[in-house]
């Protein structure tokens, strides 16, 4: 769900966001860089849980280790 926000910004600012970004992409533009910012603890939680799983981490361990195969026999 969204929500409307209403901020103050310098008019130059406005304008080169308007001028650069286009008028109906400014609030996408802000959020793209807010986001991470504001939602950094959900993210830091997820990361926490997945370590703590030890069966996931296993499953990863072995598939990373997979993917690895033996680099000297790889031709360049």
Known sequence: ???KLTITID???YERLHRL???RKISKFIETLVRPKV???DLEAGYRAMAL???REAEAKEWAEGTCGDVA???R
């Open 53 to 55: 799983d030890e069966e």
């Open 11 to 13: 008019e130059k600012v």
């Open 73 to 75: 026999d790889e031709t």
């Open 1 to 3: 769900m969204q929500k």
């Open 39 to 41: 939602l950094r603890d």
């Open 21 to 23: 970004i286009g008028a």
